[in-house]
Every structure is written in structure tokens, then in C-alpha cells.
Nanobody
Framework: QVQLVESGGGLVQPGGSLRLSCAASGTIFSIDAMGWYRQSPGKQRDLVARITGGSTKYADSVKGRFTISRDNAQNTVYLQMNSLEPEDTAVYYC???????????????WGQGTLVTVSS
């Protein structure tokens, strides 16, 4: 059983910062990609940032403000969020493409979500 556990959400004022963490646990052979998505009420779940190997991808709305990083030894991905805006308010979901073995196969896994609220 593979699981993603997120932490770090909460309430922050506009202009503030938060750091989200997501740790993968279970019988993992390797992890191809890890990323963060977000969903606001009444809207679809959209990509925020994704990291695959040494490559990163960001939504246009967060470029220059958010930074995604990964600790491969700990199977953990981070999202550093700076200069937060009320429009960043959403539930943030961790996502990973995990490689399992016996048999060798890929599995896409989602975390339970963590709420980020940007408000004064």
C-alpha cells in the first residue's frame, strides 16, 4: 500500500508564505514524478507545480512565487509558496507517479489534500 501524507497548510495573510510537504510511504521502487495540484470550490483541479527528475513545471499564475523541490532520499516533495494572494486559496493535493515492482508497474497516487487559506 502506497500513501501520500501532506502537511503545512493553514491560514496566512496576503503577502505571506507557507511551505507544504508531502511524504510518500510504502513499498516503493522509485518515484517518476511528484507534484502539487489545487482545487477551489466550484472549480476543477489544476496543476500548480510538478517535478520530474531535474525538470520543473509551473502554472503561469504561480511562476516566480512558488518553488517545488524534492528530497529523493526521503520520498518527499515540497512546495514553497511566497507572496501568497487570496486567489491562491484552495485545497492543495499532492500527486505522485510511483513505480512498484513484482510486477513492475506505475501507479498514480493522490494525497488527501491540505487547505490553504489566504485572507486578512
Amino acid at each position: 500500500q502506497v500513501q501520500l501524507v501532506e502537511s503545512g497548510g493553514g491560514l496566512v495573510q496576503p503577502g505571506g508564505s507557507l511551505r507544504l510537504s508531502c511524504a510518500a510511504s510504502g513499498t516503493i521502487f522509485s518515484i517518476d514524478a511528484m507534484g502539487w495540484y489545487r482545487q477551489s470550490p466550484g472549480k476543477q483541479r489544476d496543476l500548480v507545480a510538478r517535478i520530474t527528475g531535474g525538470s520543473t513545471k509551473y502554472a503561469d499564475s504561480v511562476k516566480g512565487r512558488f518553488t517545488i523541490s524534492r528530497d529523493n532520499a526521503q520520498n518527499t516533495v515540497y512546495l514553497q509558496m511566497n507572496s501568497l494572494e487570496p486567489e491562491d486559496t484552495a485545497v492543495y493535493y499532492c500527486n505522485a507517479v510511483i513505480v512498484l515492482r513484482n510486477p513492475l508497474r506505475s501507479l498514480e497516487v493522490w494525497g488527501q489534500g491540505t487547505l490553504v487559506t489566504v485572507s486578512s
